[in-house]
């Protein structure tokens, strides 16, 4: 699984990847996101809420959820 979403963050684009690794790895509050990446917290959070998604569906086409 550590290797599908490695592949899955490192396919994303550079904001992306600074979102999703800041939130879930770092567990930064979505308003310090936002300031840091100069996005609104809406972006912030409906970025964070694709992003999810996408990984859901890859783990699942990988057969590993």
Do not use: H
């Not at 939130?23 to 959070?45: D, H, M, N």
């Amino acid at each position: 699984m550590e290797d599908a979403i490695d592949r899955f963050v490192n396919e994303l684009p550079e904001t992306d990847q600074i979102i999703f690794i800041s939130r879930y790895w770092f567990l930064a509050p979505v308003a310090e996101i936002a300031k840091k990446s100069g996005c609104t917290q809406s972006k912030v959070k409906t970025t964070l809420f694709r992003l999810r998604r996408k990984l859901r569906d890859r783990l699942q086409e990988e057969g590993l959820c």
